[in-house]
Protein backbone atom coordinates (compact mmCIF):
# COMPACT_ATOMS: atom_id res chain seq x y z
CA UNK A 1 0.00 0.00 0.00
CA UNK A 2 1.43 3.65 -1.03
CA UNK A 3 1.67 4.96 2.57
CA UNK A 4 -0.54 8.61 1.15
CA UNK A 5 -3.18 5.47 0.63
CA UNK A 6 -2.20 4.07 4.23
CA UNK A 7 -2.39 7.89 5.53
CA UNK A 8 -5.92 8.14 3.55
CA UNK A 9 -7.33 5.33 5.54
CA UNK A 10 -6.40 6.08 8.65
CA UNK A 11 -8.82 7.45 11.14
CA UNK A 12 -9.02 8.05 14.23
CA UNK A 13 -11.04 4.52 15.97
CA UNK A 14 -13.92 4.77 17.83
CA UNK A 15 -14.76 1.28 18.46
CA UNK A 16 -12.33 -1.35 17.88
CA UNK A 17 -13.37 -4.99 16.87
CA UNK A 18 -12.39 -6.61 20.98
CA UNK A 19 -12.04 -10.09 19.06
CA UNK A 20 -9.16 -9.27 17.38
CA UNK A 21 -5.89 -8.84 18.61
CA UNK A 22 -2.75 -7.05 17.06
CA UNK A 23 -0.20 -10.04 15.86
CA UNK A 24 2.78 -9.71 17.85
CA UNK A 25 5.46 -9.49 14.42
CA UNK A 26 3.05 -6.26 13.74
CA UNK A 27 3.40 -4.45 17.13
CA UNK A 28 6.95 -5.13 17.59
CA UNK A 29 7.36 -3.21 14.05
CA UNK A 30 5.71 -0.25 14.98
CA UNK A 31 6.95 0.12 18.00
CA UNK A 32 10.36 -0.51 16.54
CA UNK A 33 9.80 2.38 14.59
CA UNK A 34 8.74 4.67 17.55
CA UNK A 35 12.39 3.72 18.82
CA UNK A 36 13.90 5.02 15.85
CA UNK A 37 11.86 8.32 16.01
CA UNK A 38 14.54 11.35 16.08
CA UNK A 39 14.47 13.16 19.29
CA UNK A 40 16.39 16.99 19.87
CA UNK A 41 19.77 16.05 20.39
CA UNK A 42 18.74 12.58 20.13
CA UNK A 43 17.90 12.22 24.03
CA UNK A 44 14.40 10.35 23.85
CA UNK A 45 13.37 11.77 26.80
CA UNK A 46 10.58 9.87 27.15
CA UNK A 47 8.78 5.90 27.90
CA UNK A 48 6.32 4.03 26.19
CA UNK A 49 4.20 1.85 27.94
CA UNK A 50 2.39 -1.11 26.42
CA UNK A 51 -0.38 -2.61 27.71
CA UNK A 52 -2.11 -5.65 26.59
CA UNK A 53 -3.31 -7.00 29.65
CA UNK A 54 -7.11 -7.08 29.75
CA UNK A 55 -7.63 -6.83 33.35
CA UNK A 56 -5.23 -3.46 33.40
CA UNK A 57 -6.86 -2.22 30.34
CA UNK A 58 -10.21 -2.57 32.27
CA UNK A 59 -8.68 -1.03 35.06
CA UNK A 60 -7.54 1.70 33.04
CA UNK A 61 -10.82 2.42 31.44
CA UNK A 62 -11.93 5.41 34.40
CA UNK A 63 -9.03 7.34 33.19
CA UNK A 64 -10.20 7.66 30.47
CA UNK A 65 -12.99 10.78 28.97
CA UNK A 66 -13.96 8.49 26.20
CA UNK A 67 -13.98 4.78 26.64
CA UNK A 68 -15.25 3.17 24.21
CA UNK A 69 -11.06 2.40 22.70
CA UNK A 70 -9.88 1.36 25.88
CA UNK A 71 -12.74 -1.29 26.21
CA UNK A 72 -12.18 -2.71 22.57
CA UNK A 73 -8.88 -2.30 21.46
CA UNK A 74 -5.92 -4.79 21.46
CA UNK A 75 -3.30 -2.48 22.62
CA UNK A 76 -3.37 0.48 24.52
CA UNK A 77 0.04 2.61 24.69
CA UNK A 78 0.33 5.33 27.06
CA UNK A 79 4.04 7.66 26.26
CA UNK A 80 5.27 9.13 29.23
CA UNK A 81 8.15 12.16 29.53
CA UNK A 82 10.36 12.81 31.64
CA UNK A 83 10.02 15.81 33.93
CA UNK A 84 13.22 16.40 34.34
CA UNK A 85 16.79 15.95 32.14
CA UNK A 86 19.02 14.66 35.21
CA UNK A 87 22.80 14.54 35.53
CA UNK A 88 23.19 10.59 35.28
CA UNK A 89 20.12 10.35 32.61
CA UNK A 90 22.85 12.83 30.63
CA UNK A 91 25.77 11.09 31.09
CA UNK A 92 24.16 7.52 30.63
CA UNK A 93 23.37 8.85 27.33
CA UNK A 94 26.57 9.90 26.35
CA UNK A 95 28.17 7.06 27.71
CA UNK A 96 25.96 5.02 25.45
CA UNK A 97 27.08 7.30 22.40
CA UNK A 98 30.54 5.93 23.58
CA UNK A 99 29.40 2.68 23.54
CA UNK A 100 27.51 2.34 20.55
CA UNK A 101 30.10 4.74 18.34
CA UNK A 102 33.04 4.33 19.93
CA UNK A 103 33.10 8.48 20.34
CA UNK A 104 35.92 8.94 23.22
CA UNK A 105 34.08 10.70 25.95
CA UNK A 106 36.10 13.91 25.30
CA UNK A 107 34.99 14.82 22.10
CA UNK A 108 31.81 14.73 23.06
CA UNK A 109 32.62 17.42 26.03
CA UNK A 110 31.26 20.50 23.58
CA UNK A 111 27.74 18.37 22.76
CA UNK A 112 27.46 18.05 26.26
CA UNK A 113 28.10 21.32 27.17
CA UNK A 114 25.10 22.54 24.50
CA UNK A 115 23.01 20.58 25.78
CA UNK A 116 23.68 21.75 28.93
CA UNK A 117 23.42 25.27 27.92
CA UNK A 118 20.03 24.55 26.20
CA UNK A 119 18.59 23.07 29.06
CA UNK A 120 19.87 26.14 31.40
CA UNK A 121 18.11 28.66 28.79
CA UNK A 122 15.50 30.50 31.05
CA UNK A 123 12.94 30.05 27.68
CA UNK A 124 13.44 26.13 27.97
CA UNK A 125 10.44 24.60 29.88
CA UNK A 126 11.48 21.00 30.02
CA UNK A 127 8.05 19.40 30.69
CA UNK A 128 6.91 20.91 27.17
CA UNK A 129 10.07 19.81 25.08
CA UNK A 130 10.03 16.66 26.25
CA UNK A 131 6.31 16.19 25.60
CA UNK A 132 7.17 17.37 21.73
CA UNK A 133 9.50 15.07 21.40
CA UNK A 134 7.19 12.22 22.84
CA UNK A 135 4.58 13.52 20.29
CA UNK A 136 7.06 12.68 17.05
CA UNK A 137 6.83 8.65 18.41
CA UNK A 138 3.49 9.14 18.73
CA UNK A 139 3.48 10.41 15.22
CA UNK A 140 5.86 7.32 14.17
CA UNK A 141 3.68 4.70 16.08
CA UNK A 142 0.21 6.09 13.86
CA UNK A 143 1.98 6.06 10.69
CA UNK A 144 3.63 2.85 11.08
CA UNK A 145 0.24 0.92 12.38
CA UNK A 146 -0.90 2.50 9.07
CA UNK A 147 1.20 1.00 6.52
CA UNK A 148 0.53 -2.30 8.75
CA UNK A 149 -3.04 -1.75 8.24
CA UNK A 150 -3.37 -1.62 11.60
CA UNK A 151 -5.65 1.00 12.74
CA UNK A 152 -5.37 3.73 15.54
CA UNK A 153 -6.42 5.82 18.03
CA UNK A 154 -4.76 8.68 19.40
CA UNK A 155 -6.19 10.72 22.99
CA UNK A 156 -5.46 12.97 24.98
CA UNK A 157 -8.62 13.25 26.98
CA UNK A 158 -7.41 11.24 30.13
CA UNK A 159 -6.84 11.96 34.20
CA UNK A 160 -3.48 11.80 34.62
CA UNK A 161 -3.42 10.97 38.15
CA UNK A 162 -5.52 7.84 37.84
CA UNK A 163 -3.23 6.68 34.89
CA UNK A 164 -0.14 6.89 37.03
CA UNK A 165 -2.26 4.76 39.87
CA UNK A 166 -2.63 2.00 38.04
CA UNK A 167 0.84 2.27 35.78
CA UNK A 168 2.44 2.89 38.83
CA UNK A 169 4.24 5.85 37.49
CA UNK A 170 7.33 7.51 39.23
CA UNK A 171 5.34 11.40 39.10
CA UNK A 172 8.41 12.82 40.61
CA UNK A 173 10.65 11.34 37.10
CA UNK A 174 7.56 11.40 34.58
CA UNK A 175 4.48 12.40 33.52
CA UNK A 176 2.25 10.99 30.80
CA UNK A 177 1.84 12.82 27.31
CA UNK A 178 -0.37 10.95 25.34
CA UNK A 179 -2.31 7.50 24.94
CA UNK A 180 -2.53 5.69 21.84
CA UNK A 181 -5.12 2.89 21.09
CA UNK A 182 -4.31 -0.01 18.80
CA UNK A 183 -6.24 -2.92 17.39
CA UNK A 184 -8.56 -3.18 14.28
CA UNK A 185 -11.69 -1.15 13.18
CA UNK A 186 -15.18 -2.61 14.25
CA UNK A 187 -17.25 -3.50 11.12
CA UNK A 188 -19.72 -1.14 12.94
CA UNK A 189 -18.00 1.70 13.41
CA UNK A 190 -19.59 4.28 11.77
CA UNK A 191 -16.65 6.80 11.93
CA UNK A 192 -15.10 5.02 9.14
CA UNK A 193 -17.32 5.83 6.31
CA UNK A 194 -16.75 9.70 7.44
CA UNK A 195 -14.80 12.15 5.11
CA UNK A 196 -11.43 13.07 5.98
CA UNK A 197 -11.65 16.53 6.73
CA UNK A 198 -8.40 18.51 6.26
CA UNK A 199 -7.75 21.87 5.53
CA UNK A 200 -7.24 22.37 1.88
CA UNK A 201 -3.36 22.81 0.91
CA UNK A 202 -3.74 26.26 -0.12
CA UNK A 203 -5.08 26.89 3.50
CA UNK A 204 -1.80 24.87 5.25
CA UNK A 205 1.15 25.38 3.35
CA UNK A 206 2.68 29.08 2.08
CA UNK A 207 5.57 28.48 -0.52
CA UNK A 208 8.35 31.14 -0.71
CA UNK B 1 12.07 -0.34 0.69
CA UNK B 2 10.73 -1.35 3.68
CA UNK B 3 9.60 1.37 6.59
CA UNK B 4 12.00 0.56 9.22
CA UNK B 5 14.82 0.52 6.97
CA UNK B 6 14.26 3.69 5.51
CA UNK B 7 14.29 5.14 8.90
CA UNK B 8 17.42 3.43 9.89
CA UNK B 9 18.68 5.09 6.83
CA UNK B 10 17.27 8.40 8.11
CA UNK B 11 19.41 10.81 10.12
CA UNK B 12 19.93 14.16 11.02
CA UNK B 13 21.95 15.87 7.63
CA UNK B 14 24.30 17.92 9.02
CA UNK B 15 25.55 18.87 5.41
CA UNK B 16 23.57 18.48 2.24
CA UNK B 17 24.46 18.54 -1.25
CA UNK B 18 23.61 22.08 -2.60
CA UNK B 19 22.98 21.26 -6.12
CA UNK B 20 20.34 19.04 -5.49
CA UNK B 21 16.72 20.12 -5.21
CA UNK B 22 13.86 17.65 -4.25
CA UNK B 23 11.81 16.67 -7.01
CA UNK B 24 8.36 18.41 -7.23
CA UNK B 25 6.49 15.09 -7.20
CA UNK B 26 7.92 14.24 -4.35
CA UNK B 27 7.71 17.60 -2.34
CA UNK B 28 3.83 17.61 -2.45
CA UNK B 29 3.31 13.55 -1.80
CA UNK B 30 5.79 14.36 1.42
CA UNK B 31 3.38 17.21 2.26
CA UNK B 32 0.44 15.83 1.74
CA UNK B 33 1.70 13.58 4.16
CA UNK B 34 1.74 16.05 6.76
CA UNK B 35 -1.54 17.51 5.53
CA UNK B 36 -3.29 14.12 6.77
CA UNK B 37 -1.36 14.09 9.98
CA UNK B 38 -4.29 13.66 12.76
CA UNK B 39 -4.59 16.34 15.66
CA UNK B 40 -6.17 16.98 18.43
CA UNK B 41 -9.86 17.19 17.44
CA UNK B 42 -8.67 17.27 14.23
CA UNK B 43 -7.73 21.23 14.51
CA UNK B 44 -4.87 21.40 12.88
CA UNK B 45 -4.27 24.52 14.61
CA UNK B 46 -0.70 25.37 12.51
CA UNK B 47 0.77 26.28 9.14
CA UNK B 48 3.44 25.11 7.02
CA UNK B 49 5.70 27.31 4.74
CA UNK B 50 8.28 25.81 2.58
CA UNK B 51 10.76 28.32 1.34
CA UNK B 52 12.47 27.10 -1.67
CA UNK B 53 13.70 30.43 -2.51
CA UNK B 54 17.32 30.41 -2.58
CA UNK B 55 17.58 34.41 -1.24
CA UNK B 56 14.95 33.29 0.98
CA UNK B 57 17.25 30.96 2.34
CA UNK B 58 20.52 33.19 2.66
CA UNK B 59 18.29 35.66 4.51
CA UNK B 60 16.95 32.76 7.11
CA UNK B 61 21.02 31.86 8.11
CA UNK B 62 21.50 34.08 10.75
CA UNK B 63 18.35 32.68 12.18
CA UNK B 64 19.95 29.37 13.22
CA UNK B 65 22.25 28.59 15.60
CA UNK B 66 23.62 26.02 13.07
CA UNK B 67 23.79 27.38 9.68
CA UNK B 68 25.25 24.40 7.33
CA UNK B 69 21.90 22.93 6.75
CA UNK B 70 20.34 25.94 5.91
CA UNK B 71 23.13 26.87 3.71
CA UNK B 72 22.81 23.83 1.74
CA UNK B 73 19.33 22.11 1.72
CA UNK B 74 16.57 22.17 -1.17
CA UNK B 75 13.73 23.28 0.86
CA UNK B 76 13.66 24.69 4.38
CA UNK B 77 10.31 23.76 6.02
CA UNK B 78 9.25 25.80 8.85
CA UNK B 79 5.54 25.22 10.90
CA UNK B 80 4.03 27.70 12.92
CA UNK B 81 1.59 27.37 15.57
CA UNK B 82 -1.15 28.65 16.49
CA UNK B 83 -1.06 31.00 19.72
CA UNK B 84 -5.15 31.28 20.19
CA UNK B 85 -7.59 29.59 18.86
CA UNK B 86 -10.07 32.28 18.22
CA UNK B 87 -13.82 31.85 17.94
CA UNK B 88 -13.69 32.07 13.85
CA UNK B 89 -11.59 29.53 13.49
CA UNK B 90 -13.39 27.24 15.43
CA UNK B 91 -16.15 28.45 13.55
CA UNK B 92 -14.75 27.87 10.33
CA UNK B 93 -13.13 24.38 11.19
CA UNK B 94 -16.93 23.62 11.78
CA UNK B 95 -18.19 24.63 8.93
CA UNK B 96 -15.56 23.04 6.62
CA UNK B 97 -16.69 20.08 8.55
CA UNK B 98 -20.21 20.61 7.51
CA UNK B 99 -19.22 20.98 3.95
CA UNK B 100 -17.05 18.35 3.46
CA UNK B 101 -19.16 15.62 5.56
CA UNK B 102 -22.94 16.90 5.28
CA UNK B 103 -22.89 16.82 8.69
CA UNK B 104 -26.07 19.96 9.83
CA UNK B 105 -24.38 22.20 12.38
CA UNK B 106 -27.13 21.58 15.13
CA UNK B 107 -25.37 17.96 14.84
CA UNK B 108 -21.61 19.45 16.01
CA UNK B 109 -22.73 21.37 18.65
CA UNK B 110 -21.99 18.63 21.13
CA UNK B 111 -18.62 18.39 19.54
CA UNK B 112 -18.50 22.15 19.44
CA UNK B 113 -19.00 22.18 23.20
CA UNK B 114 -16.46 20.04 23.85
CA UNK B 115 -13.74 21.93 22.25
CA UNK B 116 -14.43 24.99 23.86
CA UNK B 117 -14.77 23.13 27.13
CA UNK B 118 -10.89 21.86 26.77
CA UNK B 119 -9.66 24.67 25.75
CA UNK B 120 -10.58 26.40 28.87
CA UNK B 121 -9.68 24.10 31.32
CA UNK B 122 -7.50 25.64 33.67
CA UNK B 123 -4.83 22.77 33.00
CA UNK B 124 -4.88 23.93 28.66
CA UNK B 125 -2.12 25.97 27.79
CA UNK B 126 -2.77 26.50 24.27
CA UNK B 127 0.59 27.29 22.86
CA UNK B 128 1.95 23.73 24.16
CA UNK B 129 -0.97 22.00 22.83
CA UNK B 130 -0.95 23.98 19.26
CA UNK B 131 2.72 23.07 19.42
CA UNK B 132 2.46 19.14 19.83
CA UNK B 133 0.04 19.10 17.37
CA UNK B 134 2.62 20.59 15.10
CA UNK B 135 4.65 17.91 16.24
CA UNK B 136 2.68 15.08 14.87
CA UNK B 137 3.36 16.87 11.43
CA UNK B 138 6.84 17.34 11.45
CA UNK B 139 7.05 13.41 12.31
CA UNK B 140 5.23 12.67 9.11
CA UNK B 141 7.30 15.12 7.07
CA UNK B 142 10.25 13.22 8.26
CA UNK B 143 8.66 9.76 7.92
CA UNK B 144 7.34 10.47 4.50
CA UNK B 145 10.48 12.00 3.78
CA UNK B 146 12.18 8.79 4.84
CA UNK B 147 10.01 6.76 2.35
CA UNK B 148 11.00 9.02 -0.57
CA UNK B 149 14.55 8.66 0.14
CA UNK B 150 14.54 12.10 0.89
CA UNK B 151 16.97 13.45 3.75
CA UNK B 152 16.06 15.65 6.20
CA UNK B 153 16.92 17.52 9.39
CA UNK B 154 14.43 18.82 11.98
CA UNK B 155 16.18 21.89 13.89
CA UNK B 156 14.85 23.42 17.40
CA UNK B 157 18.18 25.84 17.75
CA UNK B 158 17.11 28.79 15.54
CA UNK B 159 16.06 32.52 16.89
CA UNK B 160 12.20 32.38 16.17
CA UNK B 161 12.51 36.41 15.98
CA UNK B 162 14.44 36.48 13.19
CA UNK B 163 12.79 33.60 11.50
CA UNK B 164 9.35 36.00 11.69
CA UNK B 165 11.20 38.76 10.85
CA UNK B 166 11.93 37.38 7.26
CA UNK B 167 8.75 35.08 7.04
CA UNK B 168 6.32 38.04 7.72
CA UNK B 169 4.81 36.53 10.17
CA UNK B 170 1.92 37.21 11.80
CA UNK B 171 3.06 37.06 15.08
CA UNK B 172 -0.01 38.00 17.17
CA UNK B 173 -1.82 34.99 15.81
CA UNK B 174 1.43 32.45 15.31
CA UNK B 175 4.62 31.21 16.55
CA UNK B 176 7.26 29.34 15.04
CA UNK B 177 7.51 25.78 16.63
CA UNK B 178 9.89 24.13 14.56
CA UNK B 179 11.89 23.55 11.12
CA UNK B 180 13.22 20.74 8.77
CA UNK B 181 16.04 21.07 6.47
CA UNK B 182 14.92 18.93 3.54
CA UNK B 183 17.60 17.67 0.95
CA UNK B 184 19.87 15.06 -0.17
CA UNK B 185 22.92 14.36 2.13
CA UNK B 186 26.29 15.35 0.95
CA UNK B 187 28.76 13.09 0.12
CA UNK B 188 31.25 14.25 2.55
CA UNK B 189 28.61 14.39 5.51
CA UNK B 190 30.78 12.36 8.56
CA UNK B 191 27.49 11.93 10.80
CA UNK B 192 25.77 9.76 7.81
CA UNK B 193 28.56 6.85 8.67
CA UNK B 194 27.59 7.24 12.42
CA UNK B 195 25.76 4.35 14.26
CA UNK B 196 22.13 4.97 15.23
CA UNK B 197 22.12 5.57 18.83
CA UNK B 198 19.06 4.64 20.22
CA UNK B 199 17.74 3.26 23.78
CA UNK B 200 17.78 -0.53 23.67
CA UNK B 201 13.99 -1.95 23.75
CA UNK B 202 14.08 -3.03 27.33
CA UNK B 203 14.75 1.02 28.37
CA UNK B 204 12.30 2.41 25.94
CA UNK B 205 9.48 0.03 26.30
CA UNK B 206 7.33 -1.69 28.82
CA UNK B 207 5.08 -4.16 28.55
CA UNK B 208 2.05 -4.89 31.00
Partial sequence: MNYLEALNNRYSVKKFDPTRIVEPE????????????????????????????????????????????????????VITSKKHLEKEYLDGYLRHITEVRGTPAEQLLRFKANIEGFTKDQNFVQQHWAEKQSYIALANLMFAAALEDVDTCPMEGFRADALGDV????????????????????ADDAFQTLKKVRKPTEKLFKFI
Fill in 26 to 77: KLYQILEAARLSASSMGLQPYKIYIVGSEPVKQQLIPAFYNPSQISTCSHLI
Fill in 167 to 186: LMLDREKEQVSVTLALGYRA
